[in-house]
């Protein structure tokens, strides 16, 4: 019995590790494309401004007219100039649009998201689909140059 209970404990801790190292969320597929968040290096310098590429592939045979956007933003992640592009992404073509992003004051050494929209119409009369990528990201700020944690306020 106890070396089932142990058998099952190593099984689930395997399968619980393997779904967190395979998560592909800067990745996904909704209709005939995709969206791809490129690859965010570690970020050390807080006001340094960062970048980060988003790929649209389109599956199908026709144009479709895209207007992707970036968006819900963990402050104090800031976009930097535009956050928004709309294009046409021809039959079987790629696109690739770059957008910049910095940190500011009160940022900590974490996991920050950066999240991409592409709003699309497969046909003239269908639906908007929504394809939503998420690329999760690190930074690692010298502890000189990180925030002081803010004092709670007291409760009187």
């Known amino acids: 019995m106890r070396r089932l209970q142990l058998w099952s404990g190593g099984l689930l801790l395997m399968t619980s590790a393997i779904a967190a190292l395979a998560f592909n969320g800067q ?36 144009a479709l ?13 800031q976009p930097v100039g535009r956050t928004r592009a709309v294009l ?10 770059d957008f910049t992003f910095k940190f500011g004051p009160g940022a900590y050494s974490a996991m920050y998201p950066i999240h991409a929209y592409a709003r ?11 394809a939503h990528a998420v690329r999760i990201f690190e930074t690692q700020f010298d502890a000189s140059t990180q925030s002081a944690p803010e004092k709670a306020a007291a409760i009187a």
């Open 65 to 77: 007219t895209i207007e992707l956007e970036l968006k819900d933003w963990v402050s104090p992640c």
């Open 27 to 62: 990745e996904v597929t909704e209709g005939p494309i995709t969206l791809t968040i490129g690859e965010i290096s570690i970020v050390h310098s807080l006001e340094a401004t960062q970048s980060v590429r988003i790929t649209l592939t389109n599956h199908a045979g026709t």
């Open 120 to 130: 699309f119409r497969p046909t003239e009369h269908s639906e908007v689909i929504t």
């Open 88 to 97: 046409t992404l021809p039959g079987h073509g790629v696109a690739v649009e």
